[in-house]
């Protein structure tokens, strides 16, 4: 009996730490079972990562005109007779290197892609607790207005708030100031997607017995809202939050390429896409055919993650 007891198993132990608890959930062992979502992963984060180390990678800084040679401009890529190194994908007409300029341009098109999205998310996601928790009069108030801005397109948004901001600041805007404006368009154009999921979520959470509870002993309704409901409506909002940052990046890349984005000096994919896009049917493709395939890949990525993402937080595909 005594061999017996020592030779049973032990009692598998739960993870403790966040991580552990991450590495052994649902959600991690779908994520090793996808090598489709395992693949956009990786690319997401060299896409990142070559935004953030785009100074140590490539070899010139395109915003500084002391490094631009004019002599380089127009150079094809380096496998063609006529390239040059370090130029490995070419230049564009102010001799740029397109390598370089795109590393750039994804740190300023995924700055404003985050920027905007946590600009909307939190927008949103402070209208949807209130809407859905104090419900009556404010709730309709918010969901009309909601209702209002889903009848006009997020691409029009932006160009009537990037419009009427540029209209009272001045139509010349530095690069700092443009890019603020971007991102506070972004964030305005996509902020009725959070409110209406997680007032829906709220709406269910409230009428729970650990909001009755938190009520009884006397919790503020802030505290209630934002420390007790808030994390158990955050699930939808990550994979909202996922899909609009591709959506973001497009945003930014389609009004750069109208020419209300990002100034020439200072590049985004979308601007590189509008420089490219005047030099494409006399011969030089490289310019803009480099900067569109990187924005295609960033943003099939993010949009692989973001359908994966979705799939895995469903309890009913679990």
Same mark, same amino acid.
């Given at each position: 009996?005594?061999?017996?007891?020592?030779a049973?198993?032990?009692?598998h132990?739960?993870?403790?730490?966040?991580?552990?608890?991450? /590495?052994d959930?649902?959600?991690?062992a779908?994520f090793?079972?996808?090598?489709?979502?395992?693949v956009?992963?990786?690319?997401?984060?060299?896409?990142?990562?070559?935004?953030?180390?785009?100074?140590?990678?490539?070899?010139?800084?395109?915003?500084?005109?002391?490094?631009?040679?004019?002599?380089?401009?127009?150079?094809?890529?380096?496998?063609?007779?006529?390239?040059?190194?370090?130029?490995?994908?070419?230049?564009?007409?102010q001799?740029?290197?397109i390598?370089?300029?795109?590393?750039?341009?994804?740190?300023?098109?995924?700055?404003?892609?985050?920027?905007?999205? +946590?600009?909307?998310?939190?927008l949103?996601?402070?209208?949807?607790?209130?809407?859905?928790?104090l419900?009556?009069?404010?709730?309709?108030?918010?969901?009309?207005?909601?209702?209002v801005q889903?009848?006009?397109?997020?691409?029009?948004?932006?160009?009537?708030?990037?419009?009427?901001v540029?209209?009272?600041?001045?139509?010349?805007?530095?690069?700092?100031?443009?890019?603020?404006?971007?991102?506070?368009?972004?964030?305005?154009?996509?902020?009725?997607?959070?409110?209406?999921?997680?007032?829906?979520?709220?709406?269910?959470?409230?009428?729970?017995?650990?909001?009755?509870a938190?009520?009884?002993?006397?919790?503020?309704?802030?505290?209630?809202? /934002?420390?007790?409901?808030?994390?158990?409506v955050?699930?939808p909002?990550?994979?909202?939050?996922?899909i609009?940052? +591709?959506?973001?990046?497009?945003?930014? +890349?389609t009004?750069?390429?109208?020419?209300?984005?990002?100034?020439?000096?200072m590049?985004?994919?979308?601007?590189?896409?509008r420089?490219?896009?005047?030099?494409l049917?006399s011969?030089?493709?490289?310019?803009?055919a /480099?900067?569109?395939? +990187?924005l295609?890949?960033?943003?099939?990525?993010?949009?692989?993650?973001?359908?994966?993402?979705?799939?895995?937080?469903?309890?009913?595909?679990r």
């Amino acid at each position: 009996m005594a061999d017996a007891i020592q030779a049973a198993p032990a009692p598998h132990s739960t993870p403790t730490t966040w991580a552990g608890r991450f /590495f052994d959930s649902d959600v991690w062992a779908s994520f090793k079972r996808s090598k489709l979502t395992m693949v956009a992963a990786f690319l997401t984060a060299l896409f990142m990562a070559s935004a953030i180390l785009a100074g140590l990678l490539s070899p010139q800084d395109p915003f500084d005109p002391a490094q631009l040679e004019l002599m380089n401009s127009r150079l094809p890529p380096i496998w063609d007779a006529e390239g040059q190194m370090p130029f490995v994908l070419g230049t564009d007409e102010q001799g740029r290197d397109i390598f370089s300029a795109i590393l750039y341009g994804l740190r300023i098109s995924l700055a404003v892609g985050i920027l905007g999205v +946590a600009l909307s998310a939190t927008l949103g996601i402070t209208l949807g607790l209130v809407a859905g928790y104090l419900g009556g009069t404010v709730d309709a108030i918010i969901m009309r207005i909601a209702d209002v801005q889903l009848t006009f397109p997020a691409i029009l948004i932006a160009l009537l708030v990037d419009g009427v901001v540029k209209a009272v600041l001045g139509g010349q805007l530095d690069e700092v100031t443009t890019l603020s404006v971007l991102v506070f368009s972004i964030g305005l154009s996509f902020w009725v997607q959070y409110a209406r999921t997680v007032r829906g979520s709220v709406m269910v959470e409230k009428n729970k017995d650990y909001i009755a509870a938190a009520r009884l002993i006397g919790l503020p309704t802030p505290v209630i809202m /934002f420390r007790h409901v808030l994390p158990n409506v955050l699930g939808p909002v990550l994979v909202i939050a996922t899909i609009n940052l +591709a959506l973001a990046v497009i945003t930014e +890349a389609t009004l750069s390429f109208l020419g209300t984005g990002m100034p020439e000096t200072m590049p985004s994919l979308g601007t590189l896409i509008r420089i490219g896009n005047n030099y494409l049917f006399s011969g030089e493709w490289w310019i803009v055919a /480099f900067p569109g395939i +990187a924005l295609a890949v960033l943003v099939l990525a993010i949009n692989l993650l973001g359908d994966w993402l979705r799939d895995a937080l469903n309890p009913k595909l679990r």
